[in-house]
């Protein structure tokens, strides 16, 4: 095979654009040293020639080059956005990571992790554990089932009590803290997954009610059935209306402007004054920017936004200090970060569904050169 047409398969490779009828030739090819070269080789200069213009979305590298399947060829990979110095890092850090990575590294086996439960409070102000099991089931003081378990979901009742119409704004609120994850279905039969420290408010009963409204927090996907009754989702202060859709939002604090990726269907975003409107369609990302005083979208990959629901980990321009953030959800950990300079770096990275912790920080300590310290369940990135 010619060399240009060898690098029209790397291309397709780094892309994602690779024919399954492809992938076998393309293994293949790189077994042979002076191919593996040529593959290498295009990405350095690829890389260079995009931080020498100083561009923020750069080709995506693989943490490591090629595993025995292509399927997961992009599980690892992490690059700052415009740095050439740590683009060279980058480069590096590939074999270091190598090196390493065939070893289980065990610093995490005497940290203590406090497991919170996940908890719902009910209209009544009585705070219940929920627990994942074939037999749990959750009641009101008065014996009326509010939620059952069935598998890995907990699924509520729309059942309009005596005790919980009485009840002014008779409102449940669901909590999720770090470390773990819920899927829910709510009254409305209307499929809801929580990632870790997030927070659902939604009435004991959609059945006397006009639309269906709920108030939430941090990072959740909505698969929203279809109804009469129009969905109505508030993030902050915007609004999300929608009919029947599945779309996900997130909130966390450290995210400065909500977001609001709509994977299929349609939704209209607002403000609460409705002043300020847009519509969203399918592969869409939108979020109100509070420094153009105005709602923006543009087109995204939605798969980068729902791939936590996998228990992948996945960084999309986020400063190194909102990655510790994530982290910390993740993990339920506790990160000190005093190296101010790192802080304010932005990276993309990505982490395959069960990547310890422990893998996770040693990888960032061969690629950034940091250091860190546990103690408990605190975790500090120490100042060089």
């Given at each position: 095979?010619?060399?240009?047409?060898?690098?029209?398969?790397i291309?397709?490779f780094?892309?994602e654009?690779?024919?399954?009828?492809?992938?076998?030739?393309?293994?293949?090819?790189l077994?042979?040293?002076?191919?593996?070269?040529?593959?290498?080789?295009?990405?350095r200069?690829?890389?260079?020639?995009?931080?020498?213009?100083h561009?923020?979305?750069?080709?995506?590298l693989p943490?490591?080059?090629?595993?025995?399947?292509?399927?997961?060829?992009?599980?690892?990979?992490?690059k700052?956005?415009?740095?050439?110095?740590?683009?060279?890092?980058?480069?590096?850090?590939?074999?270091?990571?190598?090196k390493f990575?065939?070893?289980?590294?065990?610093?995490?086996?005497?940290?203590?992790?406090?497991h919170?439960?996940?908890?719902?409070?009910?209209?009544?102000?009585?705070?219940h554990?929920?627990?994942?099991?074939?037999?749990?089931?959750?009641?009101?003081?008065?014996?009326?089932r509010?939620?059952?378990t069935?598998?890995?979901?907990?699924?509520?009742?729309d059942?309009?009590?005596?005790?919980s119409?009485?009840?002014?704004?008779?409102?449940?609120t669901?909590?999720?803290?770090?470390g773990?994850?819920?899927?829910?279905?709510?009254?409305?039969n209307?499929?809801?997954?929580?990632?870790a420290?997030?927070?659902?408010?939604?009435?004991?009963?959609?059945?006397?009610?006009?639309v269906?409204?709920?108030?939430?927090?941090g990072?959740?996907?909505?698969?929203?059935?279809?109804?009469?009754?129009?969905?109505?989702?508030?993030?902050?202060?915007?609004?999300?209306?929608?009919?029947?859709t599945?779309?996900?939002?997130?909130?966390?604090?450290?995210?400065?402007?909500?977001t609001?990726?709509?994977?299929?269907?349609?939704?209209?975003?607002?403000k609460?004054?409705?002043?300020?409107?847009?519509?969203?369609?399918a592969?869409?990302?939108?979020?109100?920017?509070?420094?153009?005083?105005?709602?923006?979208?543009?087109?995204?990959n939605?798969?980068?936004?729902?791939?936590?629901?996998?228990?992948?980990?996945?960084?999309?321009?986020?400063?190194?200090?909102?990655?510790?953030?994530?982290?910390?959800?993740?993990?339920?950990?506790?990160?000190?970060?005093?190296n101010?300079?790192?802080?304010?770096?932005?990276?993309?990275?990505?982490?395959?569904?069960?990547?310890?912790?422990e893998?996770?920080?040693?990888?960032?300590?061969?690629?950034?050169?940091?250091?860190?310290?546990?103690?408990?369940?605190?975790?500090?990135?120490i100042?060089?």
């Amino acid at each position: 095979m010619e060399e240009t047409q060898f690098k029209e398969l790397i291309i397709k490779f780094l892309n994602e654009d690779l024919l399954e009828s492809e992938e076998e030739l393309f293994l293949e090819l790189l077994k042979e040293e002076e191919n593996k070269n040529l593959f290498e080789e295009f990405i350095r200069l690829n890389f260079l020639l995009e931080a020498s213009l100083h561009k923020k979305e750069l080709i995506e590298l693989p943490r490591v080059l090629l595993s025995t399947s292509l399927k997961t060829r992009r599980k690892h990979w992490l690059k700052p956005a415009i740095s050439v110095a740590a683009i060279a890092l980058i480069l590096i850090g590939i074999v270091m990571f190598m090196k390493f990575s065939t070893t289980k590294v065990n610093i995490f086996e005497s940290l203590e992790v406090d497991h919170n439960n996940i908890t719902i409070t009910l209209p009544d102000g009585s705070l219940h554990n929920i627990v994942m099991n074939e037999s749990f089931m959750l009641k009101d003081s008065m014996g009326n089932r509010i939620a059952k378990t069935e598998e890995d979901i907990l699924i509520f009742d729309d059942v309009l009590s005596e005790e919980s119409s009485s009840i002014t704004n008779a409102i449940q609120t669901i909590n999720v803290p770090y470390g773990q994850s819920l899927r829910i279905q709510l009254p409305d039969n209307s499929r809801v997954h929580m990632n870790a420290g997030s927070t659902l408010e939604l009435p004991i009963s959609f059945t006397d009610k006009e639309v269906r409204e709920i108030n939430a927090y941090g990072e959740i996907y909505f698969e929203v059935e279809p109804n009469a009754k129009k969905f109505i989702t508030h993030i902050d202060d915007v609004v999300i209306e929608v009919l029947g859709t599945s779309f996900a939002i997130n909130s966390y604090i450290e995210d400065k402007e909500p977001t609001v990726v709509l994977v299929e269907g349609k939704v209209a975003l607002r403000k609460n004054d409705g002043e300020e409107s847009i519509h969203l369609v399918a592969d869409e990302l939108g979020t109100f920017s509070t420094e153009q005083g105005r709602f923006i979208k543009k087109k995204v990959n939605t798969q980068l936004y729902t791939a936590w629901m996998k228990g992948e980990l996945v960084f999309r321009e986020e400063s190194f200090i909102n990655i510790l953030h994530k982290l910390e959800r993740k993990y339920n950990v506790t990160f000190v970060s005093e190296n101010e300079a790192l802080n304010t770096q932005v990276f993309n990275a990505s982490f395959k569904s069960g990547e310890s912790i422990e893998n996770v920080l040693m990888y960032f300590k061969e690629i950034l050169d940091l250091e860190y310290k546990i103690k408990n369940d605190t975790i500090t990135i120490i100042n060089p």
